[in-house]
């Protein structure tokens, strides 16, 4: 199916020509005519699918031939957890509306807020912004939403993990109650549905894939390795294979840092990006990714959503994620748009109740594989779906799992414990 056949006009047809965007992805093919027929969407893909094509397409030809917004106001408001994803989102819109007189601009925190408010004083076709921003510049009385026509919430679900239900509630009652609505999430769950319910009209919901599961075009792997071996097992990976572009996730903000150190003391160009670097500081951080003078960004969960950068090759979990479904959003950083990409997890033994909850959440177990010269040394355990096997994970042909022949490692394989506690 070509982008014709969805009902786009030739400005848009046009600019993903010259973009060589030719085959539209499944979550376009469904939500792009719906919403150019006008209907509210409820919709779920994985992150990587075309999701900001899937709405931003659509808005900018229905706003295109509208009337002009009036001073302070906007037609077309993006809702978006993060600033990364404000900022990259509103690049996008841009790029798409390039031959079309849509006015686009963002709006998020960590910086001034006077040129932003000065952005709007003209009005805007379309506004990217956060929850927390937006409501800062309405109590300025910077904008008006009397024009408003459609709204989008991108990411909603990682909107509720980080506590803006109250703030989107709060937008929702500014908002007048004629609009096509538009929820866009990586997952259903019944908070979300509560949400689309109270948001939405009769809306269609759009799913094209199963709930937290990975795309096939990201190989993973997992590597176990002892604790305190991590960062050199790390850099020996990166200089093995001569990555020029890697995105490595850590748990913790001081633990990115720690590494960046670390990174730079072995001559590997890094920088990190978390809650408690300024805005400037993360956005030269990630144009020094994108542009490839940063060799490697270490990143917290702040960014598993924002980050979008072409045919970006490999992602490391330094630590596996608290939360399993994070593991998704991070790994979905590769493997875009078509690409092949390639996930690796540093596995010790203190993360036995993490790999067991990511493995349960995407339903299938993860190969193991040892770095050469990296054998832990350490007795370690992995708690799986189907028991669990300690051992010190040296290759045993013998041993192999029912799916696939993945290599499990020499060890005693126990029953399943029915007593272990849910990982919080």
């Given at each position: 199916m070509s982008f014709r056949l969805l009902g786009l006009c030739d400005a848009l047809l046009n600019t993903l020509a010259e973009k060589s965007y030719t085959t539209p992805s499944p979550i376009q093919?469904?939500?792009?005519?719906?919403?150019?027929?006008?209907?509210?969407?409820?919709?779920?893909?994985?992150?990587?699918?075309?999701?900001?094509?899937?709405?931003?397409?659509?808005?900018?030809?229905?706003?295109?031939?509208?009337?002009?917004?009036?001073?302070?106001?906007?037609?077309?408001?993006?809702?978006?957890?993060?600033?990364?994803?404000?900022?990259?989102?509103?690049?996008?819109?841009?790029?798409?509306?390039?031959?079309?007189?849509?006015?686009?601009?963002?709006?998020?925190?960590?910086?001034?807020?006077?040129?932003?408010?000065?952005?709007?004083?003209?009005?805007?076709?379309?506004?990217?912004?956060?929850?927390?921003?937006?409501?800062?510049?309405?109590?300025?009385?910077?904008?008006?939403?009397?024009?408003?026509?459609?709204?989008?919430?991108?990411?909603?679900d990682r909107m509720l993990e980080l506590g803006f239900i109250d703030d989107i509630r709060s937008i929702q009652n500014l908002l007048p109650n004629q609009r096509q609505t538009l929820m866009f999430s990586a997952t259903f769950s019944k908070s979300i549905k509560a949400l689309a319910k109270s948001m939405l009209n009769n809306p269609l919901v759009i799913e094209v894939t199963t709930a937290n599961s990975t795309v096939d075009s990201v190989k993973q792997l997992i590597h176990p390795v002892d604790k305190?071996?991590?960062?050199?097992?790390?850099?020996?990976?990166?200089?093995?294979?001569?990555?020029h572009q890697l995105l490595v996730f850590c748990r913790t903000k001081r633990g990115a840092d720690d590494l960046v150190s670390q990174l730079k003391n072995a001559g590997i160009s890094a920088d990190s990006i978390h809650a408690n670097r300024t805005q400037h500081a993360r956005t030269l951080a990630l144009d020094g990714f994108s542009n490839g003078n940063i060799q490697v960004l270490v990143a917290t969960d702040i960014a598993s959503r924002g980050i979008d950068v072409n045919q970006l090759p490999c992602v490391i979990n330094f630590d596996l994620p608290y939360v399993a479904e994070d593991y998704v959003h991070r790994i979905g950083r590769t493997g875009r748009a078509d690409n092949t990409g390639l996930a690796l997890s540093l596995f010790s033994e203190d993360e036995s109740k993490q790999l067991q909850t990511i493995e349960?959440?995407?339903?299938?177990?993860?190969?193991?594989?040892?770095?050469?010269?990296?054998?832990?040394?350490?007795?370690?355990?992995?708690?799986?779906?189907?028991?669990?096997?300690?051992?010190?994970?040296?290759?045993?042909?013998?041993?192999?799992s029912k799916r696939k022949g993945e290599f499990l490692g020499r060890g005693k394989r126990l029953a399943k414990s029915s007593s272990s506690k849910r990982n919080r």
């Open positions: 093919i469904e939500a792009i005519p719906a919403v150019l027929d006008g209907r509210d969407v409820m919709a779920m893909a994985q992150t990587g699918t075309g999701k900001t094509a899937a709405f931003a397409l659509p808005v900018a030809q229905l706003l295109s031939g509208g009337t002009n917004p009036l001073a302070k106001n906007v037609r077309g408001l993006i809702i978006v957890p993060t600033r990364e994803l404000a900022s990259q989102v509103a690049k996008s819109v841009e790029n798409y509306c390039c031959n079309m007189a849509i006015r686009c601009g963002a709006v998020f925190g960590g910086v001034r807020i006077e040129p932003q408010i000065s952005m709007l004083k003209d009005g805007l076709d379309i506004l990217v912004a956060t929850p927390g921003r937006l409501i800062d510049l309405y109590h300025q009385q910077a904008i008006n939403f009397e024009q408003l026509e459609i709204l989008v919430l991108d990411e909603a305190a071996r991590k960062s050199e097992a790390l850099i020996y990976l990166i200089k093995k294979n001569k990555w349960r959440v995407i339903g299938c177990k993860l190969p193991r594989e040892i770095i050469s010269g990296f054998t832990p040394n350490k007795k370690a355990s992995v708690k799986t779906s189907d028991g669990e096997l300690y051992g010190n994970f040296e290759p045993d042909p013998k041993l192999k």
